[in-house]
């Protein structure tokens, strides 16, 4: 990863911080943007006071105008851009999709699906002037195995490991691969959203991975994801384009 510059949405906790520090110790540069500023900063420092080329720029994935600003910073900081982790994402509290309000539905839709298509138009052109690079979109085993309750979320991850696909053909002839990870439950503050009593201790983790059915017996790890993503984005994958990539220890078998 020497020498690469890796842009990484929502990095400021959860499996987006374990992404940036798996990829800096691999020794790429770091461009974190994440709408919490206090996060970001924290994260942004500990990889900087380790050694690694790092800046954070506050940003909502949502929004065209904050990628624009991210983008300048990637050309100011870096001259540019080798890797993309579409990481930021959000739920709603598991709930009858009878009731879900129109509101979380667009939250999903906006944060886990608009972002992506806002990354293309912003990063691609910087992309594709430097030759190329690998992109990881982060879905969820929710958008191949979905399940009841969680509907329009399941459903917003599905439209990213589609376009995760049709982006990798269409992009592929410029040297951008597009790459999708898929983790099922991985205890973050997000996973409450899921398991609505989940609890963060080995009790509650192996309690939710029976309730999961997960045959390796255990849940996912941010460091899993991190892992993935990282062998994505380096060039040992440099023929893999278009796919999903369970971290679900076979639930989706
Ligand atoms: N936790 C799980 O069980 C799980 C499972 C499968 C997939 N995922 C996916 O993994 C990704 C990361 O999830 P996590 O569990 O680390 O979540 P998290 O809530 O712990 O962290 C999400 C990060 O994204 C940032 N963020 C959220 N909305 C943003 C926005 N609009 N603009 C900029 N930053 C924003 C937050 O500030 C935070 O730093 C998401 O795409 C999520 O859907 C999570």
């Known amino acids: 990863m020497t020498g690469k510059v890796a842009l990484v949405t929502g990095a400021g906790m959860g499996i987006g911080e374990a992404i940036v520090q798996k990829l800096a110790s691999e020794?790429?540069?770091?461009?974190?943007?994440?709408?919490n500023v206090d996060a970001g900063k924290k994260v942004t420092a500990a990889l900087q006071s380790s050694g690694t080329k790092a800046e954070f720029v506050q940003a909502?994935?949502?929004?065209?105008?904050?990628?624009?600003?991210?983008?300048?910073?990637?050309k100011k900081t870096f001259?540019?851009?080798?890797?993309?982790?579409?990481?930021?994402?959000?739920?709603?509290?598991?709930?009858?999709?009878?009731?879900?309000?129109?509101?979380?539905?667009?939250?999903?839709?906006?944060?886990?699906?608009?972002?992506?298509?806002?990354?293309?138009?912003?990063?691609?052109?910087?992309?594709?002037?430097?030759?190329?690079?690998?992109v990881v979109n982060i879905s969820s085993i929710a958008a191949l195995r979905p399940?009841?309750?969680?509907?329009?979320?399941?459903a917003s991850k599905a439209a990213v490991s589609n376009a995760t696909k049709a982006l990798a053909h269409e992009?592929?002839?410029d040297g951008i691969r597009v790459n999708a990870v898929c983790p099922v439950l991985v205890p973050?503050?997000?996973?409450?959203?899921f398991v609505p009593t989940f609890e963060n201790t080995p009790e509650g983790r192996a309690k939710a991975a029976t309730l999961f059915q997960i045959p390796l017996?255990?849940?996912t790890t941010t460091e899993d994801v991190a892992n993935m993503v990282?062998?994505?984005?380096?060039?040992?994958?440099?023929?893999i384009t278009g796919t999903d990539n369970n971290v679900d220890g076979g639930r989706s078998i």
């Open 171 to 173: 992009f592929g002839p």
């Open 60 to 74: 909502d994935v949502t929004k065209r105008e904050d990628w624009d600003r991210v983008v300048e910073a990637a």
């Open 147 to 154: 399940r009841g309750k969680l509907v329009w979320y399941n």
């Open 188 to 193: 973050t503050q997000l996973a409450n959203n």
């Open 217 to 219: 017996g255990r849940l």
């Open 230 to 239: 990282c062998w994505l984005s380096s060039d040992e994958s440099s023929f």
């Open 79 to 134: 001259g540019r851009v080798d890797i993309l982790v579409n990481n930021a994402g959000t739920a709603y509290e598991a709930e009858n999709s009878l009731t879900v309000s129109e509101k979380n539905f667009d939250k999903v839709f906006s944060v886990n699906v608009k972002s992506i298509f806002h990354s293309v138009q912003a990063v691609f052109p910087l992309m594709i002037s430097g030759g190329g690079g690998s």
């Open 27 to 35: 020794g790429a540069s770091i461009l974190i943007a994440d709408f």
